[in-house]
Nanobody, 122 residues
Framework: QVQLVESGGGLVQAGGSLRLSCAAS????????MGWFRQAPGKSREFVAA????????YHTDSVKGRFTISRDNAKNTVYLQMSSLKPEDTAVYYC???????????????WGQGTQVTVSS
Protein backbone atom coordinates (compact mmCIF):
# COMPACT_ATOMS: atom_id res chain seq x y z
CA GLN A 1 0.00 0.00 0.00
CA VAL A 2 0.95 3.63 -0.37
CA GLN A 3 -0.18 6.65 1.61
CA LEU A 4 -0.52 9.97 -0.19
CA VAL A 5 -0.60 13.50 1.23
CA GLU A 6 -1.21 16.50 -1.03
CA SER A 7 -0.08 20.04 -0.36
CA GLY A 8 0.27 23.34 -2.18
CA GLY A 9 -3.35 24.24 -2.80
CA GLY A 10 -4.78 27.63 -2.05
CA LEU A 11 -6.39 30.74 -3.46
CA VAL A 12 -4.91 32.31 -6.56
CA GLN A 13 -6.05 34.90 -9.08
CA ALA A 14 -6.81 33.96 -12.67
CA GLY A 15 -3.61 33.79 -14.66
CA GLY A 16 -1.55 32.82 -11.65
CA SER A 17 0.38 29.66 -10.85
CA LEU A 18 0.49 27.00 -8.17
CA ARG A 19 2.54 23.88 -7.69
CA LEU A 20 0.87 20.96 -5.98
CA SER A 21 2.94 18.28 -4.29
CA CYS A 22 1.99 14.76 -3.31
CA ALA A 23 4.24 13.04 -0.81
CA ALA A 24 4.03 9.27 -0.75
CA SER A 25 4.98 6.87 1.97
CA UNK A 26 5.09 3.12 1.72
CA UNK A 27 6.85 0.52 -0.31
CA UNK A 28 8.13 0.93 -3.84
CA UNK A 29 6.91 4.38 -4.86
CA UNK A 30 8.60 3.94 -8.22
CA UNK A 31 6.42 0.92 -8.98
CA UNK A 32 3.28 3.08 -9.23
CA UNK A 33 1.83 5.04 -12.06
CA MET A 34 0.97 8.39 -10.47
CA GLY A 35 -1.73 10.84 -11.36
CA TRP A 36 -3.88 13.79 -10.45
CA PHE A 37 -7.65 14.07 -10.54
CA ARG A 38 -9.89 16.96 -9.63
CA GLN A 39 -13.49 17.42 -8.59
CA ALA A 40 -15.26 20.74 -9.04
CA PRO A 41 -18.40 21.66 -7.11
CA GLY A 42 -21.38 19.73 -8.41
CA LYS A 43 -19.31 17.72 -10.87
CA SER A 44 -17.83 14.25 -10.98
CA ARG A 45 -14.16 13.55 -10.46
CA GLU A 46 -12.12 14.29 -13.57
CA PHE A 47 -8.77 12.98 -14.75
CA VAL A 48 -6.13 15.69 -15.02
CA ALA A 49 -2.73 14.09 -15.60
CA ALA A 50 -0.69 10.94 -15.12
CA UNK A 51 2.96 9.96 -15.26
CA UNK A 52 4.68 6.66 -15.84
CA UNK A 53 6.76 4.90 -13.22
CA UNK A 54 10.09 6.27 -14.39
CA UNK A 55 8.68 9.65 -15.34
CA UNK A 56 9.39 9.22 -19.02
CA UNK A 57 5.80 9.38 -20.25
CA UNK A 58 3.15 11.88 -19.23
CA TYR A 59 -0.51 12.33 -20.03
CA HIS A 60 -2.57 15.49 -19.65
CA THR A 61 -6.24 16.00 -20.33
CA ASP A 62 -6.95 18.39 -23.19
CA SER A 63 -8.29 21.17 -21.00
CA VAL A 64 -4.95 21.54 -19.18
CA LYS A 65 -2.43 20.79 -21.94
CA GLY A 66 0.09 23.58 -22.23
CA ARG A 67 -0.82 24.92 -18.79
CA PHE A 68 -0.27 22.05 -16.35
CA THR A 69 2.74 19.75 -16.10
CA ILE A 70 2.98 16.58 -14.06
CA SER A 71 6.38 15.41 -12.87
CA ARG A 72 7.84 13.08 -10.26
CA ASP A 73 10.97 12.66 -8.21
CA ASN A 74 11.27 9.03 -7.24
CA ALA A 75 14.22 9.74 -4.95
CA LYS A 76 11.91 11.99 -2.91
CA ASN A 77 8.79 9.83 -3.27
CA THR A 78 6.95 12.86 -4.56
CA VAL A 79 4.78 13.73 -7.55
CA TYR A 80 4.07 17.31 -8.59
CA LEU A 81 1.51 19.20 -10.60
CA GLN A 82 2.76 22.55 -11.84
CA MET A 83 -0.25 24.68 -12.77
CA SER A 84 0.11 27.89 -14.75
CA SER A 85 -2.30 30.28 -16.46
CA LEU A 86 -4.96 29.20 -14.03
CA LYS A 87 -8.60 29.78 -14.89
CA PRO A 88 -11.66 29.97 -12.65
CA GLU A 89 -12.85 26.69 -14.15
CA ASP A 90 -9.75 25.02 -12.66
CA THR A 91 -11.28 25.53 -9.21
CA ALA A 92 -11.63 22.10 -7.65
CA VAL A 93 -10.36 19.74 -5.02
CA TYR A 94 -7.26 18.11 -6.48
CA TYR A 95 -6.50 14.51 -5.56
CA CYS A 96 -3.27 12.59 -5.90
CA UNK A 97 -3.58 9.01 -7.09
CA UNK A 98 -1.34 5.95 -7.29
CA UNK A 99 -2.03 2.94 -9.47
CA UNK A 100 -0.40 -0.42 -9.93
CA UNK A 101 -1.17 -0.59 -13.67
CA UNK A 102 0.10 1.38 -16.60
CA UNK A 103 -1.99 4.34 -17.69
CA UNK A 104 -4.83 3.59 -20.07
CA UNK A 105 -7.98 5.37 -21.15
CA UNK A 106 -10.25 5.34 -18.13
CA UNK A 107 -7.44 4.76 -15.64
CA UNK A 108 -8.43 5.59 -12.08
CA UNK A 109 -5.59 4.22 -10.00
CA UNK A 110 -5.93 2.36 -6.73
CA UNK A 111 -4.92 4.66 -3.87
CA TRP A 112 -5.97 8.23 -3.16
CA GLY A 113 -4.88 11.19 -1.12
CA GLN A 114 -7.28 13.34 0.88
CA GLY A 115 -7.26 16.18 -1.63
CA THR A 116 -6.20 19.81 -1.60
CA GLN A 117 -8.42 22.75 -2.50
CA VAL A 118 -7.47 24.99 -5.40
CA THR A 119 -9.57 28.11 -5.83
CA VAL A 120 -9.02 30.46 -8.76
CA SER A 121 -10.68 33.85 -8.53
CA SER A 122 -11.72 35.87 -11.55
Amino acid sequence: QVQLVESGGGLVQAGGSLRLSCAASGRSFSSYTMGWFRQAPGKSREFVAAISRSGGITYHTDSVKGRFTISRDNAKNTVYLQMSSLKPEDTAVYYCNAGVRNYYSGWKGDYWGQGTQVTVSS
